[in-house]
């Protein structure tokens, strides 16, 4: 063998560990992330029907992106066809466990070696504002690195100390416990390390606005509304409670001094503190509308 292909042959073998990999399905690429350590990440389009997707997955598919990934990223296409071949319908079985819940594509989305969800880029409108589609898998990439980042710091912590480092980690992802809950273990982490909750972050992640809401209407039905105003009050005092959780906790609140008559006075102003926490959310609009409905009642 000529030392010109030996030398050529030496630079694809680094070449080709040096990028990520393409793999057929996430049934195979999770098998390969599991012995590796490695990334998925899943490009979500429909090839048949999606107009918008057809620009991304020329992106997607040019070997320049590939390059662009590094060492320990898995890639895998999955094309949600209206009309799919009968091996083609096969084939989206072993894509079940990977093909993520967004609200449309395309979109990309990337699991970490165990199959759990890190994140997700969901239209056009998203990967557009993270600066495109190469730029979202960075991104997510991000976000996967600064979780575990946490969670290392966490092995070496105990008590309140690690609740809390396993709770930020959660916090880098956005996502709760995941689909199907798959960070209960974390919380489970966090339970056994810090069974007071000092942190916040287990009342963070086992909050739950329709029990509060229930609470809240199931003591005003029993005329118990101190007891129910204590709760929310308890669970006020959490500073790790997102926006979205807080304005939750308000409409609970919201829901007790509406049957509650010695609260109708303080209805406007729970409702203006639901409002100030995000007027861009649904809850935050709904609180607009409700005060606008107030303001013409009363004028």
Known sequence: ?????????????????????????????????????????????????????????????????????????????????????????????????????????????????????????????????????????????????????FWKSANGSSGVMKAGRLGQGLDCMNLGLGPKDAYKPVLEEMKKADPDDKSGYIGKYTFSSEKLVDLAIDKAEKKDFTAADQELTRWDANPRLSPRQKQELQAARFALYQRWPEKKSALKPLLEKMRDIDPKSELGQAAVNYLEMLKSRKT
């Not at 699991?111 to 056009?124: A, H, I, N, Q, W």
Request: proline share 3%; hydrophobic share 40%; aromatic share 6%.
């Open 1 to 149: 063998m000529s030392r010109l292909l030996l030398r050529s042959l030496c630079v694809a073998a680094c070449l080709s560990s040096a990028f990520g990999q393409r793999v057929a399905d996430f049934t195979a690429a999770l098998e390969k992330a599991k012995s590796s350590k490695a990334d998925i990440m899943v490009f979500v389009h429909g090839s048949d029907w999606n107009r918008p997707g057809e620009a991304a997955a020329k992106i997607w598919n040019d070997p320049r992106f590939l390059s662009n990934m590094g060492a320990g990223v898995l890639l895998v296409d999955i094309d949600r066809k209206e009309n799919p071949t009968e091996s083609e319908k096969t084939a989206a079985k072993r894509n079940e466990a990977g093909d993520p819940k967004v609200r449309s594509v395309p979109a990309v989305a990337l699991y970490d070696d165990e199959g759990r969800l890190v994140g997700s880029f969901s239209g056009t409108s998203e990967i557009e504002a993270a600066g495109g589609l190469l730029n979202a898998t960075k991104k997510l990439l991000a976000v996967r690195r600064g979780r575990d980042e």
